[in-house]
């Protein structure tokens, strides 16, 4: 990055260390950090969709839409999450390419699935074989993303429903006896109301969903703990920077990340269920209302 | 192989003992069964263990934050922070370096060595970590019950002239436990949940002895069958989490048996809690 670091071997002392951390891999490194900020910003507002979805379908007077909804609800209970990510990868990518074979190739006469392998023809590939390598990657990024908004999805539905059960009965019959059509109460009443109950459930899952990223890993993204691993991997001579095994620090310096993260999540977090609190029929927001009169 | 034959081979494998390959082609459906089965013999292992020692460093931990001093209470507090505030995954990353890096041929320890190397071993080293990562999160539940032992209690032991250690045995701990067993059991059941990450993290899965979802990939990776292996160990999953919902839930009703029934507290599973 900088001139002088042209030639690694003649530094010393803190040049060497400047060169060394502006290295090429180490701005892959932080720009992976980004991956990972990217992965958060995307995921949250979609798993919250989702979870949104599952919670309507879960409240819904039809039987079957009901048993869908509380099914997706069920899921992340008792099994564990890993195995979602583990599975759903595969299964996503394996049936992308079972339709698009379907699309392709319609006269390929092969089975796709046999007992060793999983084939189909080279037009259904996807992304395609001759692809640069960056669609691949942002092609398994993609997945990763479906993959954590599916699971989170699960989670935050079960928090909204809770919250939606949560908003006192009162409330919604009031709204009822004004006569509010059933869409208007779900929509001018219980939304706005559900959003208290929902926080400290909320809250959590984001501070899950941060805890969670390092997943990304085992999903063959090269996030932050590929590069950590990278990087602090012992190198010989034949390298530019000759190092003994630094992973040590590499894991130190990621672990005060996430603990950084968290905590400046947890303040912003505490922020905004005061916020949220005000003027709210709860014990939270009768101790503000008295504090202020 | 008959399936009778598949379980006498394979039903020990992931502790060394039966066959030593595992199945590479023609994989049945019995192979897929058994040898996940026998992979949840560790998740069996680390999930009990942590459990059982985390419980009382948990509760060391909760008297330790809720006290007075700080000398008592800061290093708590910052235990529980770290262990809950980073991921495990992270944790066991860091763990098996910082483990790696002890010395080869142990410590010399007043005369004595302690063999360390033991500690890079999944066995030891990811029970270690798991320990230590459920007694912090217990320990944060824990602590919250602490809180909200009702002040009436307090006052009545006060009044009986029980103090002390006695006020503590007899009075705050039975409370603090039955306030915090609802979301204790949440705890314990992620914990099993996360025992599935030890051979995913950094510790190494020695002559392929590792857990129920260790196999389940390598069948996903033999097969390029996701819809088999995985379903499986989602279904053994259910069946532990039965089996210890279960087993807390009897625990709890001890707890509860002195309250009339509409104030017992009820097991809820909420899935707030993973790591």
Redesign the interface.
């Given at each position: 990055m900088f001139a002088h670091c042209a030639d690694p071997s003649a530094l010393g002392g803190l040049n060497w260390l400047l060169c060394y951390l502006t290295s090429g891999k180490h701005l892959l490194f932080y720009y992976s950090f980004g991956t990972v900020l990217v992965l958060l910003a995307v995921t949250a507002p979609v798993a919250l969709g989702m979870g949104f979805l599952g919670a309507m379908a879960a409240r819904a007077h039809n039987r079957a839409l009901s048993l869908v909804g509380k099914a997706y609800m069920l899921m992340?209970?008792?099994?564990?999450?890993?195995?979602f990510f583990?599975?759903f990868v595969?299964?996503l990518d394996?049936g992308l390419e079972t339709v698009a074979h379907h699309l392709r190739c319609p006269d390929w006469t092969e089975p796709i699935?046999t007992?060793?392998?999983?084939k189909v023809c080279p037009e259904a590939k996807i992304p395609p074989n001759s692809a640069p390598q960056y669609v691949h990657q942002i092609y398994g990024f993609a997945l990763a993303v479906v993959t954590f908004a599916i699971v989170f999805g699960a989670?935050a539905a079960?928090?909204l429903y809770g919250a939606m059960n949560a908003v006192p009965r009162a409330q919604l019959e009031t709204a009822e006896a004004y006569g509010l059509s059933p869409r208007q109460v779900f929509r001018r009443i219980l939304v706005p109301q559900m959003w208290v109950y929902a926080l400290p459930?909320l809250s959590?899952?984001w501070l899950?969903l941060?805890?969670?990223?390092?997943?990304l890993?085992?999903l063959g993204v090269n996030d932050i703990?590929y590069w950590?691993q990278e990087l602090g991997g012992s190198k010989t001579d034949s390298y530019a920077y000759p190092h003994g095994?630094w992973?040590?620090w590499y894991?130190?310096f990621?672990?005060a990340f996430?603990?950084a993260f968290?905590?400046v999540s947890e303040v912003v977090l505490g922020r905004l269920t005061a916020r949220l609190s005000r003027g709210q029929a709860t014990m939270a927001g009768e101790a503000m209302r008295k504090a202020g009169a | 192989m008959t399936c009778m034959e598949t379980l006498s081979a394979y039903a020990f494998r992931s502790i060394g003992l039966g066959e030593r390959m595992l199945p590479k082609?023609?994989?049945t459906l019995c192979e897929q069964f058994t040898l996940i089965g026998s992979g949840l013999i560790w998740n069996i292992y680390y999930g009990a263990l942590a459990l059982f020692a985390g419980f009382f460093l948990a509760n060391a931990l909760a008297l330790a934050k809720a006290a007075q001093n700080p000398w008592l209470r800061k290093p708590a507090e910052w235990f529980i922070?770290?262990f809950r505030?980073?991921?495990?995954?992270?944790?066991f990353?860091?763990a098996y370096?910082?483990f790696?890096?002890l010395p080869k041929g142990g410590v010399e320890l007043g005369g004595i060595t302690v063999h360390t190397d033991w500690l890079t071993k999944a066995w030891a080293g990811a029970l270690v970590v798991l320990f230590l990562n459920t007694a912090a999160y217990s320990a944060e539940i824990f602590y919250g019950a602490l809180r909200s032992v009702p002040k009436g209690d307090i006052e009545a032991a006060d009044a009986y002239g029980i103090t002390g250690f006695a006020r503590f045995r007899r009075i705050l701990w039975p409370t603090m436990l039955r306030l915090g067993w609802p979301a204790y059991t949440n705890e314990a059941i992620f914990l099993?949940?996360?025992t599935?990450?030890v051979f995913?993290s950094s510790f190494p899965a020695f002559r392929q002895q590792g857990d129920a979802?260790y196999y389940?990939?390598y069948f996903?990776d033999?097969?390029?069958?996701?819809?088999i292996p995985?379903p499986i160990?989602?279904f053994y999953?259910?069946c532990l989490?039965?089996l210890l919902t279960w087993a807390f839930n009897s625990v709890n009703r001890r707890l509860n048996r002195h309250l009339p029934s509409n104030q017992r507290a009820r097991i809820r599973?909420?899935?707030?809690l993973?790591?």
């Open positions: 992340v209970r008792g099994i564990p999450d890993i195995i583990m599975f595969i299964a394996q699935r007992a060793l392998e999983f989670f079960n928090v459930g959590n899952l899950i941060i805890k969670a990223t390092p997943l890993f085992l703990v950590a095994d992973r040590l894991f130190l990621l672990l996430y603990l968290t905590r | 082609a023609n994989i922070f770290t505030g980073s991921p495990l995954f992270i944790q990353f860091l370096q910082v790696v890096l099993f949940h996360a599935t990450l995913f979802l389940a990939a996903a033999k097969t390029y069958n996701p819809f995985y160990v989602g999953f259910i989490t039965l599973l909420r899935p707030q993973i790591r």
